[in-house]
């Protein structure tokens, strides 16, 4: 005995996030990241133990100052060296004691001495240029007198003003950083570009529009992929009209033959026992016209709208006169319109068409306890609305969008079944075709309403693709 089969496990749903999107909030990351990285190199730089490298280098930069200042006696050289180096100097000599600060003004022994937050004082006394240990480096506050038995050179170095050293080469590099990110996701956006495009093809293609082509912008695996997409729709919107065309041809062909059969059913003899076949003959004889003719309307439409040029027309008395056809039919056809006249910009035959598939769909559908058919026309703002509710079985939401196919019946148990599976099909294509919209819904408790709006002025026609089998059909 086979084992039976475990049941199969409910597919995950994919991610829908955007790949660009992905990609963007990447790059945000790296750039907290590099900011992060900034941030820490600039408590390191200001902390404890690179102020300690500080002091070591400062020292031995401080030795090699001291000794062209012991040098020279020329107080010019040393005031350029206080503005050069940024830093306050004092300079005692057997001849003479002169202090400077920073900008290389002149100032007092005192205010060298004095207690600065952030100053790095180096005491070098002019007998310890060989003897390194007896320099004495300190961190300020504290203040000292400076011992006047010996000649020696006093640097007050601001620690922060180093610190500042490093601040372009910071900024620098995070605008290095900034840039090198902005270039990198710019190249990054340029080459996901062609996705929008090849996405926006595929979306077309699933609404039913076969004669989409996408912009190929350069033969990568994306332009590749895109060519190949062309390539596609190019052939199945020929196989389409090529079946199209065949439907046609064959529907015209087949006339002949059925004019002969039909030529041949009234040949045959009156005779009782012959009777009912010939009903039954002459039924089916009728509903292969029905349908032949049916599917010559389409290849008619298509035709007539590739030469599509909206003209003024009134609705009103086109609507009025298909409705007369059906007034004689049950359950009977009502009429209203909210205006005397009410115009569009239309072809009249195929106004006249999309009004008698409508009513002629909801009578044909209509039950025999129905209410009448009810056909509105009124205006909705920029464009007239021509509604057709009928009392019939109804269509289940989940259904609507099944009805626009061509060849399409729901089903028979409610009440679907007749027709070719074309009215709506042909109904759709008029409107399209005029810049329009037609859509299915509720009457009420039951019933269906068929609500479609055109515009009242002038649109570019839309001709759309005949070949589009997901958007049409009939019930």
């Known amino acids: 005995m086979a084992k039976p089969r475990a049941p199969a496990e409910p597919e995950s749903k994919p991610k829908t996030s955007s790949l660009l999107a992905r990609f963007t909030a990447s790059t945000i990351a790296l750039a ?8 820490v190199f600039t408590a390191l730089i200001n902390s404890r133990l690179v102020n300690e490298a500080m002091e070591r280098t400062v020292k031995g930069y401080s030795i090699s100052l001291a000794r062209q200042i012991l040098a020279s006696d020329d107080e010019a050289f040393w005031r350029s060296l206080a503005r050069d180096n940024r830093v306050a100097l004092l300079v005692r000599t057997p001849e003479k004691q002169r202090a400077f600060t920073s900008l290389g003004e002149p100032t007092t022994a005192e205010a060298i001495m004095g207690s600065v937050h952030g100053v790095l004082r180096v005491d070098i006394p002019a007998g310890a240029l060989e003897d390194p240990l007896r320099i004495t480096t300190r961190l300020l506050p504290e203040s000292e007198a400076v011992p006047e038995d010996e000649e020696r050179v006093v640097f007050s170095w601001n620690l922060q003003h180093f610190s500042r050293l490093h601040d372009p080469l910071l900024y620098g590099h995070v605008l290095l950083l900034i ?14 570009r062609p996705l929008q495009g090849l996405r926006q093809g595929v979306e077309s293609v699933a609404d039913g529009d076969f004669g989409v082509q996408v912009p190929v912008v350069r033969m990568d695996e994306i332009g590749q992929v895109a060519t190949a997409f062309n390539q596609m729709t190019r052939r199945v919107e020929q196989m389409i009209a090529d079946r199209e065309r065949l439907l046609a041809d064959v529907s015209h062909e087949l006339r002949s033959p059925l004019a002969r059969v039909k030529l041949a059913l009234e040949m045959l003899p009156a005779e009782a026992e012959h009777g009912a076949k010939r009903r039954l003959i002459q039924n089916d004889v009728r509903e ?19 030469r599509l040029t909206g003209e003024p027309v009134d609705l009103v008395p086109v609507v009025r006169q298909v409705v007369d056809v059906f007034a004689e039919r049950a359950p009977g056809v009502a009429f209203s319109s909210s205006a005397a006249a009410l115009v569009v910009a239309a072809d009249r035959d195929l106004m006249r068409v999309l009004a008698q598939n409508l009513v002629d769909n909801a009578v044909k559908f209509s039950l025999p306890d129905s209410q009448p058919v009810e056909v509105r026309l ?48 042909l109904c759709q294509r008029i409107v399209e075709a005029h810049g329009g919209t037609i859509e299915l819904g509720d009457r009420g408790a039951r019933g269906t309403v068929a609500i479609v709006e055109l515009p009242q002025k002038s649109r570019p026609i839309s001709t759309g693709s005949w070949s589009d089998e997901r958007k049409g059909s009939g019930r």
């Open 179 to 192: 840039l090198v990110i902005g270039a990198i996701y710019l190249f990054q956006r340029s080459l996901l």
């Open 32 to 39: 907290l990241v590099v900011a992060g990285m900034a941030a």
């Open 378 to 425: 009124e205006s909705a703002g920029d464009a007239v609305r021509l509604s057709v509710s009928d009392d019939g079985p109804g269509i289940a939401p989940q259904a609507r969008g099944e009805v626009f196919k061509p060849f399409v019946k729901l089903d028979p148990s409610r009440g679907h079944r007749r027709g070719y599976g074309l009215g709506l099909n």
């Open 288 to 306: 292969m016209e029905q349908l032949i003719s049916r599917l010559l309307d389409r290849e008619w439409l298509r035709v007539r709208t590739d």
